[in-house]
Structure formats: structure tokens, C-alpha cells
């Protein structure tokens, strides 16, 4: 049950879920096809349908989680107008072509759960002509910053409706709280960013390194670097993990520094990010003219 019990944790982030209901409602048109990639129990499928989509492929690679997606469907009125599909989204057999191909795999960095991998083989193989996705493009960012020595989470009782306890599959589990809400570090300057591409752009080739300069507009203690993202869902509505919001799911990644320096406004660094293809974001190798990292986080 833990591939079950992390898609819990996601859908208690009530701004993150709503966020994409509010996009998917303006994205998707009447009569529409839509595949649904990384469905889990199917939230993103049922809001699709209830915005007027014809059908829906729910496609969900974790075999323990598919049956609870249907059950969840069904109880809430949409299993004559979503099939859920078993496998990767990259094999699976797609019954027909897609007038939207949408999906939330928003890594903690954006880009960890290989979304421009997997959405450009589906579109390629899927997606009509014209046809649209969400979310459409996708930004990566460094930051700067200080953190604050008592930073820590606190957890939240924020389910989204419909209430999933309800799922018999989900009874054993009484998950009080499940998002946590995390001070957010003090920023030093401003985002320097690191890749920005359509989401399921098949022409685009994601860099293996990036060359970056890290400017500081205020006086402070630079501790880390922090990875980020922003993604633009649909046209007036985005998503981003920092500034983080009260409830984030999204867990802030930080590359420290191997001693925390003393930095002033006008302050600026050259930094290389290198191995950014790697599968695991703690992979990613840092370098800089003048900052020393540590490894790991």
C-alpha cells in the first residue's frame, strides 16, 4: 500500500489538487478525449469528465492502485466515462487519439518524475493534431538562501472532496493529517533559471548542464541553493513549489553550502549544474568559482 499512501499525501495539498481541477475545467472542451497519465485514483479523470470531457483514460502504472481508482470512479459517478488503464503511459495501448493529454507528475524539482520524458511519448504516439496538454511548459530554478535554523513542518487535515477516507481500501489508514506546512527560507536574491521548455515539446532536448549566475540584492547568510519550479498549467493558472504555500506537498530541495557565508548585496556567483539527466535530483553535480557544497542534502 505505500505507492497508495504517497497519493494520499499528494491529495491532501489542497491548492496543488484545486489548482489543477481550476485548469483542467478551462482546458478541457465538450465532447473531448482525454488521457490522463499517472492517474492514480483517479481525481484529475473525474474532474476532466465533470468539465465535460466524452471520455477519459486513466492510465495508473501501480497494479494495487488501479482497482481503488475504479471503485473511486464509480462511487462518484464516472466509470461509464473513464477506463482505467494498467501499465506505463509510455506502452500502454491507447484505444484512440487524445484532444488533451494531461498529467500531474511535478516532481519536488519539477522535472524528477521525467513529465517531458513520458508526455512527449505519449503525445507523439496519441495526441491529435492541434490537440492540447497540460501542463503546457515548465520552468527549473535556483535560489539563493538563508534558512532559518527552526524551520520544520507542521501537518495539516486538509482532504480534498470528495473525501477519499471513505474508499474502503483507505479505511486502515487514518492519516489525521497528511501536508506539511514548512517555514520557507529567506531568500537572497533573485531565481536564476535553469531550463524552461514545452512540457511535451518532442524537439526539445533537455541540457545535461546548465551555466548559472547567482546574484544577491540583500545582505545575509547564504547557506544553500534551492531547486525549484513553476508550471504553467493552462492560460491564467500556474504552479510553483517556492515561495512554498501553507500545505505544500512539494518538499523544498537544498544543495548546502560546506560552511555558511557571510554575503551582501552586489555579491555574485558562477554555477555550474552538471548531470541534470540524472534519474535522482541528489545526483546533480554543483560546482562554482567561489562556493564549496556538500554532498547530499
Known sequence: MKELINYIMLLSDRVRVERFRDAIAATVRPGDVVIDVGAGVGILSLYAVRAGAARCYAVEREPEVAPVARRFLAENGAADRVTVLTGLAEEV????PADLVMAELLGHVGVDERIHEILSSVCRRALKPGGRVLP???ETFLVPVQRDPAQGAVWLNDFVEPDFRLIPELRPFPMPAMAPEVRPPRQLGPSAMMERFAIADPGHVRPEAADLEIVIDRDGRLDALMAGFRADLAPGFSLADFPPYPGSNWVLWYRRLLEPMTVAAGDRFAVRV????????WDWEMTSDRLAFADGP
Open 93 to 96: 495501448d491507447l484505444p484512440e
Open 136 to 138: 503546457r511548459f515548465l
Open 274 to 281: 552538471a548531470n541534470m539527466h540524472a534519474t535522482h535530483v
